[in-house]
């Protein structure tokens, strides 16, 4: 794994006092979209298809700062849309840094070495510019259906490492995916320099214009099983040991959706990042009035059926880690070896 000690230790603190206090129900990571605007238009994507006067919106930095006090989980991740079109991302990060919240801001890479050059930007262990990267060149560009982007992804990559920051990549894999170039990718990830990767399969959103292929239960547990199995030492990853095991189908999670809650220009969104069915006007009153029971698996939702996504079960994960000796030893485990 690859996260820095002081992150490892400040969320593990953090999991470790919410367990004592009792509380079975606690945000870990804080999905911040301060606008639905993108650069791209990739295939796979639901965000970016709301009417043009929704698009033309954004939320305030008081607002983002307000929900983010209001949560309070230690990590806070941007996505987007994309980020770097938010007219006062700069600030926005600054003061999140201010507060020590570890960020995640999530981009495509198309503008940001112009914001590296503008000065938008300092180094921080605090902040990790996590780039959107679906594979290798042919399959990235297919992905994000614009030819080029990932040769400017790589080399916005080279440059904020060359400048002292933070770099991981974050990857959605859909059936079809070739697991000798998945692997191929990895190396190339790492030739790059970058900190770690994510990894998650591609979740069904409604109003995605590809529909045909977002991966089942069964077939991504095969094509994981097929991509991490017998690992490179050198491989990085930016996410728990436990969470690429269940990816595998070694383990059977449940979603726990209230672990990455979503705040966005329409308040707190029911029930996660992933699923629209409402809003919460407070973080409290998500929390308190969801019906989480009508989500995850288990509740025989068909749109949670095959969902697999990180955002609901990586938190799990890291629960799953504090919650026993077992897990715990298991994660240390997974973590030494590099092995799933």
């Known amino acids: 794994m690859s996260v820095p000690l002081s992150q490892m230790w400040a969320v593990a603190s953090y999991v470790v006092t919410q367990r004592l206090a009792g509380r079975t ?182 109003k995605a214009p590809d529909q045909e292929h977002f991966l089942r239960r069964r077939r991504a547990h095969e094509l994981f099983t097929q991509i991490l199995s017998g690992p490179k030492r050198r491989w990085k990853f930016n996410q728990s040991p436990l969470f690429l095991q269940f990816l595998m189908g070694k383990r059977d999670f ?8 979503t705040y966005n220009m329409f308040g707190w969104q029911r029930p996660c990042y992933l699923l629209q069915e409402g809003y919460a006007a407070t973080f409290q009153e998500l929390m308190e009035t969801t019906q989480w029971e009508h989500y995850g698996r288990k509740s025989g939702n068909e749109k949670c059926r095959d969902c697999m996504v990180h955002c609901g079960y990586e938190p799990t994960a890291v629960n799953h880690t504090f919650a026993s000796w077992r897990g715990f030893r298991d994660t240390v485990a997974a973590t030494v070896t590099g092995r799933f």
């Open 25 to 206: 129900r606690y945000p870990l990571v804080l999905m911040l979209e301060p606008l639905f605007r993108c650069n791209l238009a990739c295939a796979g994507c639901g965000k970016i298809q709301y009417p043009a006067q929704i698009l033309r919106k954004h939320l305030t930095v008081e607002q983002c700062l307000s929900a983010v006090d209001e949560c309070g989980a230690p990590i806070v991740s941007i996505p987007g849309g994309e980020p770097l079109m938010y007219p006062e991302i700069g600030r926005l990060v600054k003061e999140l840094v201010a507060r020590k919240k570890y960020v995640y801001l999530c981009t495509n890479a198309l503008l940001l070495t112009a914001k590296l050059e503008d000065g938008v930007f300092e180094p921080s262990k605090y902040l990790s510019f996590s780039i959107h990267m679906d594979g290798l060149r042919d399959e990235h560009d297919e992905a994000v259906c614009r030819d080029g982007v990932y040769d400017e992804a790589v080399a916005a990559i080279r440059e904020a490492l060359r400048r002292g920051f933070r770099v991981t990549t974050n990857t959605t894999l859909f059936d079809g995916a070739n697991p000798l170039r998945v692997r191929e990718f990895f190396d190339a990830m790492m030739d790059l320099g970058v900190e770690g990767m994510m990894v998650s399969p591609g979740y069904s959103y409604a």
């Open 254 to 261: 449940e979603c726990t959706p209230w672990g990455n809650p």
